[in-house]
């Protein structure tokens, strides 16, 4: 699984010269089922040079596009650490891909920027989060969702023999800790004589700081909460240590060793879960006390204008489904398309884009959490005056 960064974001919200390809597809898990992730990829490159080509590309141009893209039908090793989907960008000598913890439909879009929609929950504060799990003999760093809890790629030490100076003696303290993993304070049992404690600490304190250089190089600049894994005692030492902005507060106590992943995606979501309820549920009661004051709207075209002006502060998308249409920013002009054509943008892709691109906040919801029965919602900067619907072409 990929973290996607405000860097990443930044550049895949940049408008292009000419039309540059999105895909999104499901992957089944590496065994007997692996080539079929190889299968969808070709359809649906091919249907990318069909539509392509539908916007005017040559022949030859639509195929040094996606040259990159097909060239990783090839790369053996991309396949063998896959999430539960797929995105993808190419176009004009660049290749961005994204193994994501979620199921994503099948959909590829040929335009002037990037879809980015379904990656939202990843560029978002909505569902994803990280976990470390932490022992003496190994430390473990997870990213996962509500589904899916997968090992992050990155090298951190294996054990605090790692941080242990050579002529270091013999450990004369030994800590016992019983309790199971949980959200349960546990006493730590220490046995030794003398300073050992204290040295233990140091030792301890050595091994987390450079566990912290790790996980966070790696975690960036994501947002994403991060959950400890660990007996007590060692939380408050990690914590002392902690560089990264967003270290949930409260650990899960125990020995991380003694649980498989799924049980421990199953506490940490525990932990985690109120978080990213909260930010749609304050967001979802701002709109409703402000209703008819003139600074929300639920009606597509007076989000668009708003949004490439800068106005909205918050919007609110429906997870999935389009609303297929064409843009033109200059004139602040929304069409809307009865049927998709070559030349269709996702105008809830835009919208949300343009909101991004005017440091507003976008979150995505369930379709049955918005507070109109339509795909989308906005709260303003400022009142606004309301705009007239626009037909379908």
């Not at 895949?12 to 969808?40: D, F, H, I, K, W």
């Not at 993808?88 to 879809?115: K, N």
Request: with cysteine; charged share 25%.
């Amino acid at each position: 699984m990929d973290i996607v960064t405000q860097k990443d974001l930044k550049r895949l919200l940049e408008r292009q010269a000419q039309a540059v390809v999105s895909l999104y597809m499901p992957t089944e898990p590496v065994g007997p089922q692996t080539p079929q992730n190889l299968v969808r990829l070709r359809k649906l490159l091919h249907e990318a040079r069909t539509l392509l080509e539908a916007r005017g590309m040559r022949s030859s141009e639509a195929k040094q596009t996606l040259s990159m893209a097909e060239d990783l039908l090839l790369e053996e090793p991309f396949w063998r650490s896959l999430g539960r989907g797929l995105a993808l960008f190419t176009g004009h000598g660049r290749l961005e891909t994204y193994r994501i913890p979620y199921s994503v439909p099948e959909l590829v879009v040929a335009h002037r920027r990037f879809h980015i929609r379904p990656l939202l929950p990843l560029l978002t504060l909505d569902g994803q989060f990280a976990v470390l799990a932490a022992s003496l003999k190994q430390v473990r760093l997870f990213v996962g969702t509500q589904q899916q809890l997968v090992p992050a790629e990155v090298e951190l030490p294996q054990g605090l023999s790692e941080v242990l100076a050579p002529d270091t003696p013999q450990r004369v303290v030994q800590v016992r800790s019983t309790a199971r993993l949980g959200k349960r304070k546990e006493g730590a049992v220490y046995h030794g004589q003398g300073g050992a404690t204290e040295h233990l600490k140091k030792e301890l304190a050595a091994y987390f700081r450079k566990v912290d250089r790790a996980v966070t190089r790696w975690l960036g600049t994501s947002r994403m909460p991060l959950v400890f894994a660990g007996v007590d005692y060692l939380f408050p030492l990690y914590r002392e240590t902690c560089t990264y902005a967003a270290l949930h507060p409260e650990p899960l106590v125990g020995n991380p060793d003694h649980l498989d992943d799924d049980e421990l995606r199953k506490r940490a979501w525990e932990l985690v879960h109120p978080l990213f309820s909260k930010a749609v549920a304050e967001a979802l009661g701002r709109y409703q006390e402000l209703a008819g004051s003139g600074q929300t709207s639920a009606h597509l075209e007076e989000i668009l204008t708003a949004a490439s002006e800068g106005s909205v502060d918050t919007l609110l998308v429906a997870r999935e489904g389009q609303v297929w249409g064409a843009f033109q920013e200059d004139g602040c002009l929304t069409h809307l398309h009865a049927e998709r054509r070559a030349t269709s943008e996702d105008l809830l892709n835009t919208a949300c884009v343009l909101v991004l691109e005017h440091s507003g906040r976008v979150l995505p919801v369930e379709q049955g959490q918005l507070p109109v029965e339509d795909h989308i919602a906005a709260i303003y900067r400022y009142p606004r005056p309301a705009g007239r619907p626009v037909p379908a072409t």
